[in-house]
C-alpha cells in the first residue's frame, strides 16, 4: 500500500521514483496466495520491483543488507514488517502469550493481576492475539475507559466482545482498492471509493472544532502613548 501510494505520488510530482518491495518469501502472508499474488502483479505492472523471496537482514547508513548476502542502497527506507509487543511487557512478570503479548481476559485485565489493564496490539485473549488492526483497538478504548474507572469506582464491569469479522480496503494508489471480509474480496475504484469516504469520515470525527475562539467582551482594550 506505502509502495502504491508513492507511485502514485511520484507520478503526480513529474518526480519518479525507484521503488523495491522486498517481502521475503510469502509477501503479504495475511492474504490467500491468488490475492496476494493479484496485487504484487499489480505493483509490478506499475514499475514497481519486487522480486521473490527477497529479504532485508538489516539497513545501515542507507544499505540494505539481503539474506542472500547481496546489499543495496537506499536513499528512503520503510519498515513495513509488522507489529509486536514492546519488549519492556516481558519484564513485567505476567502472563504472556507465545508472541509476547500480555494475557489478557475479557475485561481487558491481565490474568495475572486484575489491577493492570491493556489494550490494543499488545494484548492476547486466550495466549492468542487478534489480528492487528485498528478495529479491536479503537472499540476497546470505551471498554478500558469504563473499566478503569469502574474498578476505582466499585461498580461493575463491561465485557469487551471482540468482533469476528472486519473489513480492510488496501489503497492500491491507483484510484482502487482491495477489500477484503469474511474471506471474500473485490478490488476496483468502488473499493477506494468506500475507504476514501471511511477515513475522510474517521478523521474528521477526531479534528479540532475548526470555529475560532472569540476574544472575551469584557477584556480591557491595550493602548499605546504616544510621545
Request: net charge neutral.
Amino acid at each position: 500500500e506505502i509502495a502504491a501510494s508513492l507511485e502514485r505520488l511520484g507520478r503526480r510530482l513529474n518526480a519518479p521514483f525507484s521503488i523495491t518491495v522486498h517481502g521475503g518469501d510469502r509477501p503479504l502472508a495475511d492474504l490467500a496466495k491468488p490475492i496476494a499474488a493479484g496485487v504484487i502483479h499489480a505493483l509490478r505492472r506499475r514499475g514497481i520491483a519486487a522480486p521473490d523471496g527477497s529479504r532485508v537482514v538489516s539497513v545501515d547508513d542507507g544499505v540494505l543488507t539481503l539474506a542472500d548476502g547481496r546489499t543495496e542502497p537506499a536513499d528512503f527506507v520503510v519498515n513495513a514488517s509488522g507489529l509486536a509487543p514492546a519488549p519492556v511487557i516481558a519484564g513485567l512478570g505476567l502472563p504472556l502469550a507465545g508472541d509476547g503479548s500480555l494475557h489478557v481476559d475479557p475485561w481487558l485485565r491481565s490474568t495475572g493481576d486484575p489491577a493492570i489493564f491493556a489494550a490494543g496490539d499488545c494484548i492476547a485473549f486466550d495466549g492468542a492475539p487478534l489480528p492487528r488492526v485498528g478495529v479491536y483497538a479503537v472499540r476497546q478504548a470505551p471498554v478500558i475507559l469504563h473499566n478503569m474507572l469502574a474498578s476505582l469506582e466499585g461498580t461493575p464491569l463491561m465485557r469487551f466482545e471482540p468482533q469476528k469479522h472486519f473489513l480492510t480496503i488496501m489503497n492500491l494508489g491507483d484510484d482502487t482498492g482491495l477489500a477484503l471480509r469474511a474471506g471474500l474480496h473485490w478490488r476496483g475504484r468502488l473499493a477506494w471509493r468506500l475507504k476514501d469516504a471511511i477515513d475522510r469520515r474517521f478523521l474528521a470525527s477526531h479534528r479540532p472544532d475548526p470555529t475560532p475562539a472569540t476574544v472575551p467582551t469584557d477584556r480591557p482594550e491595550l493602548s499605546r502613548s504616544q510621545s
